[in-house]
Structure formats: structure tokens, C-alpha cells
């Protein structure tokens, strides 16, 4: 497993991180730390809780309720993704700001190629509206 900034409160969510192979496992880290990083660097949003969903890392704002919920995971087409709760307009939105800039599955995930990253400081766009989805 890569070298982690962020430690690990709950072992079944480091579990889940061990067992993807390489090296999604380092990009999905990446965008962890940057979930976290945000998370911290934007008003309002609070403590933040990481747990699964749907056997996926999640993310919550359950002190604030500012946000949906993201998740991380390996869609069956292979690479790696960032998912949003599909019934919001997030990734509508995003997809407006970004439209070609990324492979969109509808208006629930982004999905990534280990072949090529996604531009962080553009996702952390995404990443700081989902954590306040609710403000």
C-alpha cells in the first residue's frame, strides 16, 4: 500500500484499499488524501467520515450534514472512479464546468485510466461541491 497521509480510523476501509491491485490502489489513495485535504481547507464541512457503502470507501459530513456522499471504487470496466449520489445535479453540474475534460458515467462517476491521472486541482472542484452539496 502506498505511503498514507491521512491514517486509517476504520480497518474494514483499509481493508477494502489493500485489496485493490496496482496501482489503482495508489491513484484511489491520491484522491483520498485530496478528499481529506479538502475536506479540511473548506468552511462549513466539518469533521469528515470515512466508511463504507456498498463495499466502497465513502465519505460523509455527518457533524455538519454540508455534503452527499462520495465514494471510491473499481467500476467492472476496469480503471478506477469517483462516484456521487446520482439524484443530485453534482456531476451535471461538474460535467457542465468540465465537459471534456474527464470519461463521465452519466450523473453518478468519473471514471480514470491508471494511464492517465486525473487533474487534481479540477476534481478538487468536485470533491469541495459534494462536501457541500447541502449549504
Not at 62 to 90: F, M, N
Amino acid at each position: 500500500m502506498a505511503k498514507i497521509q491521512h491514517p486509517f480510523e476504520d480497518p474494514a476501509v483499509k481493508a477494502v484499499f489493500a485489496s485493490y491491485p496496482e496501482p489503482e490502489q495508489s491513484s484511489l489513495l491520491v484522491i483520498r488524501d485530496r478528499i481529506f485535504r479538502t475536506a479540511g481547507q473548506t468552511a462549513g464541512v466539518g469533521n469528515l467520515l470515512e466508511t463504507l457503502k456498498w463495499g466502497q470507501p465513502a465519505y460523509l459530513t455527518p457533524d455538519t450534514k454540508s455534503g452527499s456522499t462520495l465514494r471510491l471504487g473499481l467500476p467492472k470496466t476496469g480503471g478506477y472512479a469517483i462516484y456521487v449520489h446520482c439524484q443530485t445535479t453534482i456531476m451535471s453540474d461538474f460535467q457542465q464546468v468540465f465537459p471534456s475534460d474527464f470519461t463521465y458515467e452519466g450523473n453518478r462517476a468519473i471514471h480514470f485510466s491508471t494511464d492517465n491521472p486525473p487533474e487534481l486541482s479540477k476534481l478538487e472542484l468536485l470533491i469541495s461541491r459534494v462536501l457541500t452539496y447541502h449549504l
